[in-house]
């Protein structure tokens, strides 16, 4: 089992940035690829980007070139940097872990979720 513990996150107008950190415990030897969605009110939750064990990166098209994912296997823990942020941006964010294959656009082939994270971004 893992548990996955988010922090960051907040309110910043547009064109600023925020930083999220996700810290995983447990089980953390099955944790192969980690990874940051978002939900906004009355949206599915959709992939942002993912890092692999090995540095593989991947992200959604909406934040290319915005947003910087990053992993630290030593210390557990993975890393999105958000840059040029705009107001659709604005969502619960959440880390997940220990996915079970298939498309990584699909969140229910991730077996462990945080509890989120709110970011906010005014206009």
């Known amino acids: 089992q893992v548990q996955l513990v988010e922090s960051g996150g907040g309110s910043v107008q547009a064109g600023g940035s925020l930083s999220l950190s996700c810290t995983a415990s447990?089980?953390?030897?099955?944790?192969?690829?980690m990874g940051w969605y978002r939900q906004a009110p009355g949206s599915q939750r959709e992939l942002v980007a993912t890092?692999?064990?090995?540095?593989?990166?991947n992200y959604a098209d909406f934040v290319k070139g915005r947003f910087t994912i990053s992993r630290d296997n030593a210390k557990n823990t993975v890393y999105l940097q958000m840059n040029s942020l705009k107001p659709e941006d604005t969502a619960v964010y959440y880390c997940?872990?220990?996915?079970?294959?298939?498309?990584?656009?699909?969140?229910?082939?991730?077996?462990?979720w945080g509890r989120g994270t709110q970011v906010t971004v005014s206009s």
């Open positions: 447990g089980d953390i030897f099955s944790i192969s690829i």
């Open positions: 997940a872990a220990e996915f079970i294959g298939g498309m990584l656009e699909r969140a229910a082939n991730f077996r462990s």
């Open positions: 890092a692999s064990k090995i540095g593989r990166q």
